[in-house]
């Protein structure tokens, strides 16, 4: 029987990875619309110019030029969303930019439903490994702010250092009329349960203590460094 934990683990990580991917897909095509609706706009307008009686070259030329940063940008954007699906590394990135990335990504669901952002993250400088931040700390932020019923403000901050960084998450009261009644939820596979971060948590080697109101992650792994050192 104890020869059966390992494997049933890994498959209860593997389904709270699963679940936690049907729940970003809809900001995942939303971030991916966004990227490709300015490359649309820009080929309507040249579309228009080249018909011209006596199209504008030179103009032209510099709307060419445009559209190919823009593609470039959208590609190099396309790719980086497609990561979340079917991550191909574990490598350490910054926590700061990473925990950038997850709020942007959540952004809009959570605006719709009333919540604001307080990144307090943005000067920390340790690293830590992209399948901790990009797993479980997103799915703790949707657990965390699936439960809370009244408009709030979600905190992110981070403490400690190389060896030992914890990053927390507090759901924080909002202040009378700063935020309009939360809305519905976006549709979605199923609501995250704390069953799942934890099988996520466990798969990634990050120690979670939780409460209705904040959840705080404490990654000690060997991996983890300070920039610059």
């Given at each position: 029987?104890?020869?059966?934990?390992?494997?049933?683990?890994?498959?209860?990580?593997?389904?709270?990875?699963?679940?936690?991917?049907?729940?970003l897909?809809?900001?995942?095509?939303?971030?991916?619309?966004?990227?490709?609706?300015?490359?649309?706009?820009?080929?309507?307008?040249?579309?228009?110019?080249?018909?011209?009686?006596?199209?504008?070259?030179?103009q032209?030329?510099?709307n060419t030029?445009?559209?190919?940063?823009l593609?470039?940008?959208?590609a190099?954007?396309?790719l980086?969303?497609?990561?979340?699906?079917?991550?191909?590394?574990?490598?350490?990135?910054?926590?700061?930019?990473?925990?950038?990335e997850s709020?942007?990504?959540?952004a809009?669901?959570?605006?719709?439903?009333?919540f604001?952002l307080?990144n307090?993250?943005?000067?920390a400088?340790?690293k830590?490994?992209?399948?901790?931040?990009r797993?479980?700390f997103?799915?703790?932020?949707?657990t965390?702010?699936?439960?809370?019923?009244?408009?709030?403000?979600?905190v992110?901050?981070?403490?400690?250092?190389?060896?030992?960084?914890r990053?927390?998450?507090?759901?924080?009261?909002?202040?009378?009329?700063?935020?309009?009644?939360?809305?519905?939820?976006?549709?979605?596979?199923?609501?995250l349960?704390?069953?799942?971060?934890?099988a996520?948590?466990?798969?990634?080697?990050?120690?979670?203590?939780?409460?209705?109101d904040?959840?705080?992650?404490?990654y000690?792994?060997?991996g983890?460094?300070?920039?610059?050192?």
């Amino acid at each position: 029987m104890s020869s059966e934990i390992p494997h049933l683990k890994e498959r209860l990580a593997e389904a709270a990875r699963y679940a936690l991917m049907r729940r970003l897909l809809p900001a995942i095509r939303h971030n991916l619309a966004g990227t490709l609706q300015p490359i649309g706009m820009m080929s309507a307008m040249l579309e228009r110019r080249i018909k011209a009686a006596a199209p504008d070259m030179a103009q032209l030329a510099k709307n060419t030029q445009a559209l190919t940063t823009l593609s470039r940008e959208a590609a190099a954007t396309s790719l980086n969303l497609m990561t979340w699906l079917a991550p191909r590394d574990n490598e350490l990135i910054a926590v700061n930019s990473a925990v950038e990335e997850s709020l942007g990504l959540m952004a809009t669901e959570l605006s719709f439903r009333g919540f604001s952002l307080d990144n307090q993250a943005t000067e920390a400088v340790a690293k830590l490994p992209k399948g901790m931040l990009r797993s479980v700390f997103t799915a703790s932020l949707i657990t965390l702010t699936d439960a809370v019923e009244q408009p709030a403000c979600v905190v992110v901050s981070v403490e400690g250092g190389a060896g030992d960084t914890r990053l927390r998450i507090t759901i924080a009261a909002a202040a009378p009329n700063d935020l309009a009644a939360l809305g519905n939820r976006m549709p979605t596979y199923r609501c995250l349960q704390w069953a799942d971060v934890q099988a996520l948590a466990d798969a990634e080697g990050v120690h979670i203590d939780y409460a209705p109101d904040f959840v705080q992650l404490k990654y000690a792994g060997a991996g983890a460094v300070i920039s610059g050192q």
